[in-house]
């Protein structure tokens, strides 16, 4: 194995294990506190960061693994996690070659964009589809208010990500 293939599987390991710790953090040990029982989603601005470094393949696969792990956790699972967010992060890797610069304006714009989309579907086929009244007093009292505190949370994953981007990088000056 070259030195640049180390190099990229080093980085691709470091973005799993950040996969799942975004994972651990918003499904089973919350350390952010809950307010109105709103936790922050977690899982969607990793994905949609890794995406946005990475590329529409690796982010696609960064969306797929992201998505079933939340799926695992959820009730009404079925895949819509992993569908979603794999669209979403190619959707996203390919934005970003083609048409705009990776930096944080960009990072909101995208995640914001995705999550509110996520979130928006999720009341209109989980809740609304299902005959649950009032879908969008749900979506204006709890997810909304999830969205926004997702969104609160988001420079933090930009800048550990950009970090592991930069850290695990091959320098062809190097060799």
Known sequence: MNVQTKIK?????MYVLIIFLAHILQNIVPIFPE???VRPILL???????AMFEGELVGAVAGVLAGVLWD???????????????IACAVCGVLLRIFMRNNIITYFIMNSSIMFIYLVSYVLFFI???????????FLRYYLPMGIYSFI???LWYY????????FSFDYTEY
């Open 35 to 37: 307010s109105a029982s």
């Open 128 to 138: 609304t589809a299902r005959g649950i009244d009032g879908g969008g007093q749900v």
């Open 153 to 155: 949370l988001t420079p």
């Open 160 to 167: 550990l990500i950009r970090a592991v981007c930069r850290k």
């Open 72 to 86: 695992t956790v959820t009730v009404t699972a079925d895949g819509y996690n992993a569908l979603y967010l794999m």
């Open 9 to 13: 599987t080093k980085r691709y390991l």
């Open 44 to 50: 969607i601005p990793v994905a949609v960061c890794i």
